[in-house]
């Protein structure tokens, strides 16, 4: 029994002492830690304490860096402070007065994922996202009124997946804007003023499979728009609520979309040299639907006959096609309805 009691004793010395160390650890981790100002207070103490305008949250392999409400000011601060965390999964800024993201603003934080909604953002100046190439996975800024983006930095994003700029005052999308960015699958330009889109904007964007543009100000779709390298049957391209009333020969070349959306435009006619070979396209890998709802269509020889020679397998393809001189659909549309000669 004695040994037994020996034993206990000793091995109840030992938890004291262990314990007592952890204690002591704990509180010379906590000294140093406030030679950096950490916030002690918080749950994920990554922030630094002189940036009370923002929070830290969530796990410390996916931290969030939240600011609501805020100005340049509070921005200028992140290049000239310690940050004990450098690697940020969310960055997170929202209803603040704040026009323009200047390039060396985050200093050495990187991020997986900017977020950045009603902000009185006018201007992202190029080379922003410069530490952020290999690490960004989605960039959405929305409802602002951006109007100068850096597009030509986009081809240096390695994981760039989704990038969201709706509800801004983008005018145009330069040529080859993004680039070889293999990882990139969803676009979203909608809601902005864009009414040019340059040649082979997005040419080399292999993996895309979904590109909206509705509500916009295009009218005229520039030669090669949306010309890819090789046919990507898994894309959904929605160009509908714009203004588009001519459609170059080229705009479309080697498109086989999944989905096209014309519809809600002014188009007068489908070009024989625009829509004939995706059509055909579309038949021989027996999908894809080109949505032309909502347009003003004549129906004469010199437009639509073509249209009416089409094979049905090939005419499945196009939906909503309506002549607006004789209310024929395409699936009713003959010939003679437009006075052609008889074959």
């Known amino acids: 029994m004695k040994i037994y009691s020996i034993f206990y004793f000793l091995a109840w010395m030992w938890m004291q002492i262990h ?5 002591i650890g704990k509180e010379l981790a906590i000294a140093n830690d406030k030679r950096y100002q950490f916030v002690h207070y918080r749950p994920n103490y990554w922030c630094p304490q002189n940036l009370n305008e923002c929070k830290c949250e969530g796990e410390y392999s996916f931290a969030l860096l939240t600011c609501n409400n805020i100005n340049n000011r509070t921005l200028e601060k992140f290049s000239r402070i310690y940050f004990p965390k450098i690697d940020f999964g969310k960055f997170s800024l929202t209803n ?30 190029t080379g922003i996202f410069n530490r952020m190439y290999d690490s960004m996975e989605r960039c959405e800024i929305t409802n602002c009124d951006v109007h100068t983006f850096p597009f030509s930095d986009l081809k ?82 929605d160009l509908s609520f ?11 070349n080697n498109q086989c979309p999944k989905k096209l959306y014309l519809n809600n435009n002014n188009l007068r006619i489908l070009n024989r040299g625009t ?52 209310d024929k659909g395409l699936e009713d549309l003959t010939l003679s309805d437009m006075g052609c000669k008889s074959y």
């Not at 314990?19 to 204690?23: D, H, I, K, Y």
């Not at 323009?100 to 992202?124: A, D, H, M, N, P």
């Not at 714009?242 to 479309?252: E, P, V, Y």
Request: charged content about 25%; overall charge positive.
């Open 156 to 237: 240096f994003f390695k994981k760039l997946q989704v990038l969201r700029l709706t509800y801004n005052a983008i005018k145009n999308i330069p040529d080859s804007a993004f680039g070889n960015v293999r990882s990139l699958k969803k676009i979203y330009l909608d809601f902005n003023k864009i009414n040019y889109i340059g040649s082979y904007a997005f040419k080399d964007l292999v993996n895309l499979e979904s590109l909206d543009l509705r509500y916009n100000k295009l009218v005229v779709l520039n030669d090669y728009a949306f010309a890819i390298k090789s046919k990507n049957i898994n894309l959904i391209l």
């Open 19 to 23: 314990c007592q160390e952890l204690v």
């Open 242 to 252: 714009n203004s588009i009333s001519m459609i170059r020969n080229s705009s479309f």
């Open 275 to 326: 829509f004939k070979s995706i059509v055909e396209k579309m038949a021989q890998v027996n999908g894809g639907v080109i949505h032309v709802e909502d347009n003003r269509f004549t129906c004469d020889c010199s437009k639509a006959e073509w249209l009416v020679l089409l094979r049905n397998v090939e005419k499945r393809h196009i939906k909503g096609f309506r002549c607006k001189n004789n």
């Open 96 to 125: 603040s007065d704040v026009k323009i993201l200047w390039r060396g603003l985050f200093g050495k934080l990187t991020f997986q994922y900017i977020y950045i909604k009603k902000v009185s953002l006018r201007i992202v100046e």
